[in-house]
Antibody
């Protein structure tokens, strides 16, 4: 079974840091682009960051550039999101998702169950 | 930035057909994909490449495309189909790899 399991969320003060993890199983992790997508309370889905199979390319939404870092450990099937200088507006459920890529188009299957990050004093 | 537009809500009675639209200027040349999200659960891929359905998804879910809009159709809606549905497509000019619609809450009356 293809599965993604996130961990690492929690309550953090503004300006603080958290590292999210996503453990992948059931597929060849090092063959897949991986994404982080978040959903703020009462809001829609928002792409946050993504990383190439070998980690050589990473991309970020403008609002997190310079504060978040996506990385991966292919030996252990782990995806990470290091979040620094957290702001209240980063409060969201963070999902990791496996990208399916077909001739430059991408969609996501599966998604993890999500981990909640709350930034509040 | 490029946007996908969905109606905030759609309501149907059980057994009826629900249609959820997603519009965007790039949709004539970019595929759209659909996800179902229920409270407390991860999003689930329902339709990819406008009209392809994963084998695990019931046949009552289908997708279509016409011009700048794509449509998710749910035939014979069941109570368990109540959820928020999101469309997703490629982003613009490579800066944003993907973009999501704002989501449509399907209410089964």
């Amino acid at each position: 079974e293809v599965q993604l399991v996130e961990s690492g969320g929690g309550l953090v003060q503004p300006g603080g840091s958290l590292r999210l993890s996503c453990l992948a199983s059931g597929f060849t992790f090092n063959n897949s682009w991986m994404y982080w997508v978040r959903q703020a309370p009462g809001r829609g889905l928002e792409w946050v960051a993504n990383i190439k199979q070998d980690g050589s390319e990473t991309y970020y939404v403008d609002s997190v550039k310079g504060r978040f870092t996506v990385s991966r450990d292919n030996a252990n099937n782990l995806l990470y999101l290091q979040m620094n200088s957290l702001r209240a507006e980063d409060t969201a459920v963070y999902y990791c998702a496996k990208a399916v890529i077909d001739y430059g188009d991408s969609w996501f299957d599966p998604w993890g169950q999500g981990t909640l990050v709350t930034v509040s004093s | 930035s490029y946007e996908l537009t969905q109606p905030p809500s759609v309501s149907v009675s059980p057994g009826q057909t629900a249609r959820i639209t997603c519009s965007g200027d790039a949709l004539p040349k970019e595929y759209a994909h659909w996800y179902q999200e229920k409270p407390g659960q991860a999003p689930v891929l329902m339709i990819y490449k406008d009209s392809e359905r994963p084998s695990r998804i019931p046949e009552r879910f289908s997708g279509s495309s016409s011009g700048t809009a794509v449509t998710l159709t749910i035939s014979g809606v069941q109570a368990e189909d109540e959820a928020v549905y999101y469309c997703q497509s490629a982003g613009s000019n490579g800066t944003y790899p993907v973009v999501f619609g704002g989501g449509t809450k399907l209410t089964v009356l």
